[in-house]
């Protein structure tokens, strides 16, 4: 990856992040902690990984779906829709409501929100690239780490391995937190990597914020055959915001005015300092 390439990445990932409090500002509602954890993973899937506009394009799932402000954001930031229209986050009357509606907003592949089942519906599109002979199809999606206390999260896992779905690819972000608190407190599930390698996964582990790491990580799926992979990306909950960053209490609050201004002010001062190296 050249500097410029990292740059330009870096920018994108702090244009999610910003994209990320307006949302949830406007909405006084909304999930920013988990969504800026994963900004960065939004930013390189948008910006880089995916393929998105030809007619064999790949698939992203949003498994935990309550990050729909990280994924609104960085779908408009890459021209789906405006950013302007952000800000109408969960609005009575906005097609961008608390969770993603393939129905309503442009580029979303799949309505999801209860935990679970998105990587479900993420492991059959994969299935079915396979049955239609669509090798080139490749299907991702991101789950949380309080997310895969579910059941039905490692029954897809299972699939995925016993059709050896190489075309799939899991996404975990493991930021440690979800809303009762710490997740080796509520449910612990790990060694997380031991055990999706049991299921049939290949596994690498990253730092999530890393995008040298992210690209090796995709890199890496990309070489694999007969097996799934699973991207294991270690990340601080609320990145970018230094009053949200590793709070449990900023799994679901929206900021207020006062945070609001705060938080746009050091993304903006982050951005500026991009902009300086260019």
Known sequence: MTKQEKLALQKAA?????GVIESTHGAKAGHPGGSLSAADMFA??????????PADRDRFVLSKGHTAPGLYSALAYRGFFPVEDLPTLR???????????????????????????????????????????KDNVRVYTLLGDGEIA???????????????????????DLNGL??????????????????????????????G????????AFQYFHAQTG??????MHTTKGKGVSYMENSVGWH??????????????ELQAHMAELEAQE
């Open 227 to 232: 097996a799934p992979t699973a991207i294991l």
């Open 252 to 265: 679901g609050k929206a900021p207020n005015d006062e945070e609001y201004k705060i938080a746009m002010d």
């Open 91 to 133: 609005h009575i009357d906005s097609y961008l409501q608390g969770h993603p509606n393939m129905n309503t907003v442009p580029g979303v592949d799949m309505s999801t929100g209860s935990l679970g089942q998105g990587v479900s519906c993420a492991a059959g599109m994969a299935k079915a690239a396979k049955y239609l002979n």
């Open 44 to 53: 390189y899937l948008y910006n880089k990984e995916l393929r998105v506009d």
């Open 178 to 207: 979800q809303i009762d608190g710490a997740t080796k407190d509520v449910m612990n599930t790990d060694p997380v990597n031991s055990k999706l390698r049991d299921f049939g996964f290949r596994v690498v582990s990253i730092d």
């Open 209 to 216: 914020h890393d995008f040298a790491q992210i690209e090796d």
């Open 150 to 172: 579910e059941g039905e999260v490692w029954e897809a896992f299972l699939f995925a391995a016993h059709y050896k779905l190489d075309n799939f690819c899991v996404i975990i």
């Open 14 to 18: 702090c244009k999610v992040r910003m």
